[in-house]
């Protein structure tokens, strides 16, 4: 093993945009020995995902990113060739992440044993893997599907999305692909058995998709944002899911996209909520009762702007609109005999 040469791939520079080749380099060294409690393994696979657009951006994010001069991250399968760690032997097959190089050392943490009799190996980066993982929790835990939803999915031919649509498939849902271009639309209709699948470059997509979808959406599993999750969130019935994935059309953008940034969102793992407050009125009580002591006890404090006579109501109405009223609008119709 000593003699192996090891290439690796680190971020030369940052891309600004979309990456461009000579942003990587390609650095040769020999291979290195592990220590005790370390495995070498011999890259097999690496996994290449959207992700990673991120993690050399240098923007601040949930992982810790990738400086110029460092290896490329990425999932692995591998064989291990030399080993001084209890849990793993020579020949064994592991999936781990030793990023983009053809020799990687590891401690063994997050390492896990392959059986290539129960699936090809390469599937532990793909429908057996992070991605398979990903439309699997975003679908069922977070997309929270019933039986004879529809569940519209982006990037649908993809590692992700084509797992998000077979599994609403198999979950008794009308599944609906979004992907660009007719092979993979093909690809996803007739391989895949989604119900439908429409082409986002062929024009007026939320038409397309209202075609599609006669019964709304009730699931969007967003890949990729932008454009086309502004045309999805038309077409959403009340109480629709949206899991938030992933936002490629907007990893190479150099300006902030236009509107709110769903990234933030995604993230920052926060929950967006739509609510109607008439949904809730058995909180009524419970809001009476704190709501009326805390202004009591001066904790709760409120401000009202009452215009008087009913004939000035249009004008105040209007002006709400403008912003001209200063706490909470009310016109004084008739006496208070309270006050
Ligand atoms: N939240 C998580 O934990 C998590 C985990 C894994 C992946 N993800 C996200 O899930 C998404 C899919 O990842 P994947 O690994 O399954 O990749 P993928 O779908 O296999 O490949 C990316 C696909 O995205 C589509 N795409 C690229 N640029 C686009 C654009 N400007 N507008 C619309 N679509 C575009 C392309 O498909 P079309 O030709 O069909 O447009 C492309 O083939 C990514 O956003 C990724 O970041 C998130």
Not at 52 to 60: C, D, L, P, Q, T
Not at 64 to 90: C, I, R, Y
Not at 118 to 128: D, E, G, H, K, Y
Not at 144 to 160: F, M, N, Q, R
């Amino acid at each position: 093993m000593a003699t192996a040469t090891n290439r690796r791939i680190v971020l030369r520079r940052r891309p600004v945009g979309a990456p461009r080749p000579d942003d990587f380099e390609l650095i040769e060294s020999p291979a290195p020995q592990p220590a005790d409690g370390q495995i070498l393994c011999r890259t097999i696979y690496l996994s290449l995902d959207p992700y990673m657009r991120g993690r050399i951006s240098g923007v601040k994010s949930y992982a810790k990113g990738v400086d110029p001069g460092e290896l490329m991250v990425g999932g692995t399968v591998g064989e291990v060739v030399e080993s001084k760690h209890p849990g793993f032997a020579k020949g064994d097959l592991v999936a781990g992440r030793d990023g983009w190089q053809a020799y990687g050392l590891s401690d063994g943490a997050g390492v896990r044993t392959l059986d290539p009799k129960q699936a090809p190996i390469s599937t532990a980066l793909s429908v057996l893997g992070m991605p398979g993982m990903t439309a699997y929790v975003g679908l069922l835990d977070f997309g929270k599907l019933k039986s004879g939803e529809t569940v519209v999915v982006s990037a649908a031919s993809g590692a992700v999305g084509s797992v998000v649509g077979q599994i609403a498939k198999i979950k008794g849902c009308r599944a609906v692909g979004i992907a660009g271009g007719q092979a993979k639309c093909d690809y996803v209709v007739k391989e895949l058995g989604l119900d439908a699948c429409v082409d986002y470059k062929a024009g007026d997509l939320t038409a397309a998709l209202s075609k599609a979808c006669p019964n709304g959406v009730d699931v969007y599993f967003d890949n990729v944002g932008g454009d086309v999750l502004k045309s999805v969130l038309q077409l959403v019935n009340p109480h629709a899911r949206v899991p938030l994935c992933g936002l490629i059309s907007q990893y190479n953008a150099t300006e902030p996209p236009a509107g709110p940034n769903w990234g933030v969102l995604l993230v920052n793992r926060v929950m967006v909520k739509g609510f109607i407050i008439s949904d809730h009125l058995d909180r009524m009580p419970d809001f009476l009762r704190d709501g009326t002591a805390w202004v009591r006890e001066g904790k709760l404090k409120y401000r009202e702007d009452v215009v008087v006579g009913l004939e000035n109501a249009p004008a105040a109405f209007i002006g709400l609109l403008e912003g001209k009223n200063f706490g909470k609008l009310m016109v004084k119709v008739g006496e208070d005999p309270t006050r």
